[in-house]
T-cell receptor, first 115, second 110 residues
Framework: DTEVTQTPKHLVMGMTNKKSLKCEQH?????MYWYKQKAKKPPELMFV???????INESVPSRFSPECPNSSLLNLHLHALQPEDSALYLC??????????????FGQGTRLTVV | DAKTTQPPSMDCAEGRAANLPCNHS???????VYWYRQIHSQGPQYIIH???NNETNEMASLIITEDRKSSTLILPHATLRDTAVYYC???????????FGTGTLLAVQP
């Protein structure tokens, strides 16, 4: 199983709503990532979790709150978002053991629209 | 992490080889070259990576120059399904920080 599964595929939320994006993998990967991608732009790294601990936060606003409850799951909690936060949110995972130096596997993303 | 420079777009005829260049003149000795692609509205897909030797897999070949300042991704027989944005990324092996540049939009023409 080399899949990273993201749910939901599409999400529309109001600026006062609270919602969560979910990501799941069963490849035994211990590094998991959140990326944000605006139209016609490359993916931008938001967060990296390593062994269920937050290791990188790319100065992301606090209205985005990541959570890694176990080695297979990664959540992104959303609160008080702005319309400019509308984007494709991508999850990825990879081996944490650096000597393996292997690739990252990406999910198909959640298309988020903030109204 | 070293920065990369890629042409914004390229065309290729179906069935011909697609050669996608990447410059990474500030690459350091322990940084690898990775290639990913992203087909429209899908998540990025890993293609290949290498350190200094040329690499080949079922998808593509990666040619890295001897001074490691540039590389070329080769798709030997491009198909319409290879139309995508191709990203060249330089990454230190000990970090999980995978940073995407602007990439090359490859359009395979029938």
């Amino acid at each position: 199983d080399t899949e990273v599964t993201q749910t939901p595929k599409h999400l529309v939320m109001g600026m006062t709503n609270k919602k969560s994006l979910k990501c799941e993998q069963h490849m035994g990967h211990r590094a998991m990532y959140w990326y944000k991608q605006k139209a016609k732009k490359p993916p931008e790294l938001m967060f990296v979790y390593s062994y269920e601990k937050l290791s990188i936060n790319e100065s992301v606003p606090s209205r985005f709150s990541p959570e890694c409850p176990n080695s297979s799951l990664l959540n992104l909690h959303l609160h008080a978002l702005q319309p400019e936060d509308s984007a494709l949110y991508l999850c990825a995972s990879s081996h944490r053991r650096t000597e393996l130096n292997t690739e990252a596997f990406f999910g198909q993303g959640t298309r988020l629209t903030v109204v | 992490d070293a920065k990369t420079t890629q042409p914004p777009s390229m065309d290729c005829a179906e069935g011909r080889a697609a050669n996608l260049p990447c410059n990474h003149s500030t690459i350091s000795g322990n940084e690898y070259v990775y290639w990913y692609r992203q087909i429209h509205s899908q998540g990025p897909q890993y293609i290949i990576h290498g350190l200094k030797n040329n690499e080949t897999n079922e998808m593509a070949s990666l040619i890295i120059t001897e001074d490691r300042k540039s590389s070329t991704l080769i798709l030997p027989h491009a198909t319409l399904r290879d139309t995508a944005v191709y990203y060249c990324i330089v990454k230190w092996g000990a970090t999980n920080k995978l940073i995407f540049g602007t990439g090359t939009l490859l359009a395979v023409q029938p």
